[in-house]
């Protein structure tokens, strides 16, 4: 059984991405901050027969994510696909007028080293292996830019920028990289339901004939 890493674990996207591919034949390890909530999802995953397990760290604390990672290959083995679901709410999106050096720094390091730091625990392994897959989502200031989104915006597009290049280097050596880029509308109950988007997400990943997307999907049209 292939297990699935979920970088960002919450009650929205995140746990329905752990529905979606756990229903697919995964094993689903959570990272978030909080063991506790943790633990409400994995029983929620079990009473569903879903494998599940949580290991608490901060992303921005490299020490915590190392542990976090050395606990999840103890207990589950090898990580096949690695998704990375970076904005928690920690920190407050500003506009393009009120970012500030600190609301920029913030919202950068969250999102881009957060990123770095995560995807550098499992990449040697999947290439080693020539198999694999690491997932980004974003919002939609990656791909365009808005004064609504100042600080957020200047992480995402580095964010893209972070994913492309790991893609186009990776996908010689057997690893998919994928991102799907969505709207910030996402809602339970309607029509960017967190549920449609973990479907969206689960066939960018099935097909891997594109390497990224976006929700709802022509948008940016």
Known sequence: MKTMLIIGAGPGLGFSLAKTFGRNGFRIALVSRTQEKLDQYAEQFGKMGIEAQGF???????????RAFQEI?????????MEFNPHSGKVTTTSVLETTDESALQFFNDVVIGAI?????VIPEMTERGEGALLFTSDLSAMSPSPMFGNSGIAMSGLRNYILSLHERLLPLGVFVGHLSISPLIKQGTSFDPDQVADAWYSLYDKRTEAEETFPKGIMN
Request: proline share 0%.
């Open 73 to 81: 290959k103890n207990t589950f083995g090898t990580i096949d696909v």
């Open 56 to 66: 608490a760290a901060d992303i921005t604390n490299k020490m915590q994510l190392i």
């Open 117 to 121: 730091n995560t995807a550098r625990q």
